[in-house]
């Protein structure tokens, strides 16, 4: 052939060790992390932990926080698959210095400060405020479904639960029967003081299925009885009784509690919950809500639940924007799942106390279907909060406001989902979800914020 190719030696050795840091380009989101972690980020949490002097020394707090960092904002998020990052990946061999820290080592450190590193959704939204990234002028809520680490097939119900506990029970008692002739037989073969075969594979297995189910039968009736008697305790509040009825009208109702036949519990992750999601299919999930600054679609409030209904959170998600941030939002934008007789009057006197505004739908609106007529006139003196609510919104300057909603909050989502892997936690229990959430939320801040600086040219930022 007549074409020069450019030189091409697979065997060709380093006259010099190669530089690592030569490999990653100057604006590199990996740099940026290392620079959070190592100058800004307060991990003095952590630390704190380590006082046991016995042992061998444990991987440097800075490497681990970094990896996990890097790894929930660009969606590398198991353990194992971070332990081979730090192999194949440049970003993560930077990052690790080029050590490569085992699966191991990075999922105990994840589940030991979960707590410190959900904290650092904090730290990330004071820094975005430094960065001038939260205005606070109109922020959204709204909620996601994020599924568990836990399978819809291992859920049973209450009426099923009862169901399969008779018929495991009777499986059971003719297994242990028929384990008995066997270890009569087994005595008078090799003897009474001789051991014979261990306990059969399928004795074993019904019993702890059997033990499972009687747990989470327990479980379902324990949270009826407590749902219930919260229930009459409040009710008898509402009617003025002595603590003594309602101690007593709390336990009367607790003991007569039972659980509706189609209460469910997952045997994986017991306190995640069946709900529907944006698919249209039901799976085991939890409800992540946020609230979301329209100015850069920072969240500046977030927390996980496993109740799949929205309408309770309006007002916890309200103040914890306003702690978080030390500043009331001015407008808060929130879909028809967050109405209510109840939430709409708190809402109210939380405009009066603090000046926020709320827009929140009374109702869904169809596709297509034309937009309510604007409203003349002064408003009827007899109108409901809702009333009221859904007049504001008909009104021009209401329809504008709110119309912003979907913009602000829905894409944070999706590109969570998408960019971060967000779609399914990976640890299990309400505790954990909640942390790892967190975390995910934190790194979302910090991706926003990366781009910020990129293209502001802002200087180092310093914690305030």
């Keep these: 052939m007549d074409k020069t190719f450019r030189a091409f030696d697979p065997d060709q050795v380093f006259l010099l ?33 380590y006082r046991e002097g016995r042992g061998a020394p444990p991987y440097d707090p800075r490497l681990m926080v970094r990896l996990l960092i890097y790894g929930y904002t660009t969606g590398v998020r198991s353990s194992r698959a971070i332990e081979r990052a730090c192999i194949d990946i440049v970003a993560f061999r930077w990052l690790a210095a080029g050590t490569a ?32 990234m939260v205005k606070l002028g109109k922020v959204a809520l709204d909620g996601t479904k994020v599924r568990a680490n836990a399978s819809k097939r291992k859920a049973m119900s209450y009426a099923r639960m009862s169901e399969k506990e008779k018929i495991l029970a009777q499986e059971v008692s003719e297994l242990l029967a028929a384990a008995e002739d066997v270890d009569q037989d087994e005595d008078a073969r090799y003897g009474k003081d001789k051991r014979g075969d261990e306990l059969p594979a399928e004795l074993a297995r019904r019993e702890s299925r059997l033990v499972k189910i009687r747990e ?34 709390a336990a009367e109702a607790g003991a007569s509690a039972a659980p509706r036949p189609k209460a469910q519990r997952n045997f994986t992750d017991p306190q995640s919950k069946i709900m529907l999601t944006g698919s249209g299919a039901f799976e085991q999930c939890y409800n992540a809500q946020a609230v979301v600054d329209a100015e850069h679609q920072v969240i500046i409030a977030t927390d996980v639940g496993d109740c799949a209904a929205d309408v309770n959170t309006l007002i916890p998600m309200t103040e914890q924007a306003t702690a978080n941030t030390g500043q009331a939002p001015g407008q808060l934008l929130a879909d028809a799942g967050y109405c209510s007789a109840a939430n709409l009057d708190a809402a109210a006197e939380l405009t009066q106390a603090t000046g926020t505004e709320f827009f929140i739908a009374t109702g869904r609106q169809r596709r297509g279907e034309p937009a309510p007529i604007a409203p003349r006139g002064p408003i009827p003196q007899g109108a409901t909060a809702k009333q009221r609510m859904a007049r504001k919104l008909a009104t021009k300057n209401g329809r504008a406001v709110y119309a912003r909603r979907k913009v602000i909050v829905e894409p944070v ?30 790194c979302h801040n910090l991706r926003k914020l990366h781009g910020h600086i990129g293209t502001s040219g802002l200087p180092a930022l310093q914690m305030t």
């Design 17 to 49: 060790p190669p530089s690592l840091d030569e490999w990653l380009p100057t604006e590199h989101l990996a740099r940026f992390v290392a620079d959070l972690v190592d100058e800004h980020l307060d991990l003095s949490r952590i630390y704190a932990s």
């Design 101 to 132: 820290p085992d699966y191991r080592s990075i999922a105990r450190f994840r589940r030991r400060h979960l707590s410190a590193l959900g904290h650092l959704f904090l730290q990330a939204l004071a820094l975005c405020q430094a960065a001038g």
């Design 216 to 249: 989470a039968k327990v479980a379902l009736e324990a949270e009826a009885a407590a749902a219930a008697a919260e229930k009459a305790e409040a009710k008898a509040r509402e009617k003025g009784l002595d603590e003594e009825a309602v101690a007593e009208r």
């Design 413 to 442: 989502f999706g590109q969570m989902s998408i960019l971060q892997n967000a779609k399914q936690l990976l640890l299990r229990g309400l505790e954990g979800a909640h942390g790892e959430w967190l975390l995910l939320a934190a």
